[in-house]
């Protein structure tokens, strides 16, 4: 099922539901509860689409396609290597991406974006599938002159806007092989499946919650494919996923 959080742009209400046909039917509960659904409902012209999760943290891993490692003259990491973006980089499909006064590159890299429905720790890889709530589209915005620059990668991951997420999120959906692709203004940059990830989904998440706890809502991104690059201003970026959809977003300078 797609579940769908969206503004009531009649009142501005933010609500949570699932695309049922041409409208959404809302939804009563937590993340960690069983969701109610109830009779209420949304025809799609009257809403707008926001980010599909509002997370604690989001959690990252760098490198985890070879193609990729390779593109940076990197090794492949003999684990997961992972960082993270602030929380408040979230934004949804059609939300503008800002590009900051103090950043000279910024790159765009499609990614396959996982939201925990209950809190996990020290979770095994084949007892991850019942933590996860859901599977969405993501673009890990970088400043990547500061990354260069900089030591440490939170600020260069850390500006407003530079998490795009959408346009749902899937609750059904087998994550080991999908295609994965990213287009600027219509050409296609990016194009590789998830079954040539070093580490899968489940081993990812198996990882991060050896080391210190995940909670219901946080946000897990997988890595990026080769093919990641930099971006314009005026330009559009929209990243798909098979089996989730598409969300699109466009460069503004701040």
């Known amino acids: 099922m797609k579940c769908v959080r969206f503004e009531d742009l009649r009142t501005g209400n933010k609500r949570i539901g699932f695309i049922d046909g041409d409208v959404i039917r809302c939804v009563y509960g937590s993340l960690e509860t069983y969701w109610q659904i109830t009779d209420e409902t949304f025809a799609m012209r009257d809403v707008r689409l926001l980010a599909p999760c509002v997370p604690k943290q989001i959690i990252c891993v760098s490198f985890n396609y070879q193609k990729h490692a390779a593109e940076f003259g990197v090794e492949i990491p003999r684990e997961p290597s992972i960082f993270s973006k602030a929380a408040h980089t979230v934004v949804g499909t059609g939300a503008d991406i800002i590009w900051p006064k103090q950043v000279q590159e910024l790159a765009f890299g499609a990614e396959l974006g996982i939201v925990v429905k209950k809190r996990m720790k020290n979770v095994k890889a084949e007892d991850v599938p019942k933590y996860i709530l859901g599977y969405t589209c993501a673009n890990d915005v970088t400043a990547r002159d500061l990354q260069r620059k900089e030591r440490q990668w939170l600020r260069c991951k850390s500006f407003d806007t530079f998490c795009p997420l959408g346009p749902w999120l899937e609750t059904e959906l087998d994550p080991s092989d999908l295609s994965i692709r990213s287009y600027v203004n219509g050409v296609l940059k990016q194009d590789a ?32 494919p080769v093919g990641a690059g930099l971006l314009n201003e005026g330009d559009e970026i929209t990243v798909e996923i098979e089996g989730i959809g598409k969300i699109s977003n466009r460069v503004v300078m701040e």
Do not use: K, V
């Not at 080391?211 to 946080?218: K, M, N, R």
């Open 193 to 224: 499946r998830t079954n040539n990830m070093i580490y899968n989904p489940y081993e990812i998440l198996s990882y991060i919650s050896q080391s210190f706890t995940l909670d219901a809502g946080d946000l897990i991104l997988t890595g990026t």
